[in-house]
C-alpha cells in the first residue's frame, strides 16, 4: 500500500490528476502534493501507469472524517457523463518520466522476459528497442517494436539458449520521434 504521494514518487500515478469542478461544469487540472486528499464523491481521472492498480479510500484522514455518513448523494448527482478530460501535460523533458523495466527479473525459465516502459512517459511511447549483452560486452540480442513493450525468449544470436547469468540491458523509447535512453540495468538469467 502506498499514498497518494508514494504512488506519484513510484511513477504508479501521472502526477497531474483532473477533476470534475460541478459549479463550472469542466475538468480542472490538480497537482497532486504532499498531504493531498481525493474525496470521495468527487469526479476525478487518474492517469495510471501501473497495471491492476487499485486505489482504496480510507474512511479517515488524519483523524478526520473524510465525508459525512449520513450525508446521501442522489441518483442524478451519481449519474452524469461530463466527458473525457484533456491529457496531462507531457513532461518538460520526455526522459524524465521515462522508466524501463525487464518481467520477470530473474528469469528462471525457458518463457522468456518482456522489456517494458513504465512511468509517466510511458503514454507517449511510439516504439522501443532492446539491446541486451553479456558481461563481456557481447550483444546477446537486438529487437525493436511498436508499442511500450518487446518480448525476449532469451534466445541468443545462433538460435539457442543463453547461458545463465548476469546480463546488461539498454532500453530506448521513440518519444515524438526521438529516441531516448532509460539507461543501463542488470538482468539475471538462471536456467
Known sequence: EKTLQEAIDAMWLHHTLSAWDAD??????????????????????????QD?????????????????AGQALSPAALSFDPGEPPLPPMLAEPSEGL???????????DGGVTFTVRGSA????EAIRVRVHDLSGRLVYEDESAGASLLWDTMGPTGAPVASGV????????????????GVDRLLILR
Open 24 to 49: 463550472g461544469e469542466e475538468w480542472t487540472s490538480l497537482r497532486a502534493t504532499d498531504g493531498a486528499t481525493l474525496v470521495p464523491w468527487t469526479g476525478y481521472y487518474l492517469f495510471v501507469h
Open 52 to 68: 491492476d492498480l487499485v486505489l482504496l479510500y480510507s474512511e479517515e484522514e488524519q483523524g478526520q472524517a473524510l465525508w459525512d
Open 99 to 109: 522508466v524501463a523495466v525487464a518481467y520477470p527479473n530473474p528469469v528462471a525459465d
Open 122 to 125: 510511458a503514454r507517449w511511447v
Open 167 to 182: 546480463y546488461l540491458y539498454t532500453v530506448q523509447a521513440e518519444l515524438a520521434d526521438d529516441w531516448v535512453s532509460a
